[in-house]
């Protein structure tokens, strides 16, 4: 009988917590479409910041990674492939990108994209 109350406690804290983390994308969504910056911007940033960008495609390295560069640098951004399949990404695509920064020890800082639409 504790092993099964146990285990549906453990059930309703990891339900709780993906309603906390689906608030969580909500409010870095909202942050993001308020806070358009430069690619050279996106480095000064805190980790985790939410973000949009607007640059070219210049190539596709690997998996989900493409090298997005505007007129102030560049920077890899990480984009899911139901988001980026869809639209046949390739290197030249001007694009519009609302992600959140990601910072790291080791690999330079990107961008892992949540919303991705092509621009004139």
Known sequence: MKKILLTALAGFALLGSSAV????????????????????????LADESGVT????IVKHISGDHFELK???????????????????????DKVRVVGEIDKHRVKP????????????
Do not use: H, Y
């Open 21 to 44: 983390m689906a608030k969580q994308d909500a409010a870095l969504l909202k942050e993001a479409t308020k806070n358009v910056v430069t690619v050279s911007k996106v480095k000064t």
């Open 53 to 56: 960008l607007t640059g070219t």
């Open 70 to 92: 505007d007129a102030t640098g560049s920077i890899i951004i990480d984009i899911d492939d139901d988001l980026w399949k869809p639209l046949e990404l390739k290197a030249g």
């Open 109 to 120: 800082t990107d961008i892992e994209v949540f919303q991705i639409e092509r621009v004139k």
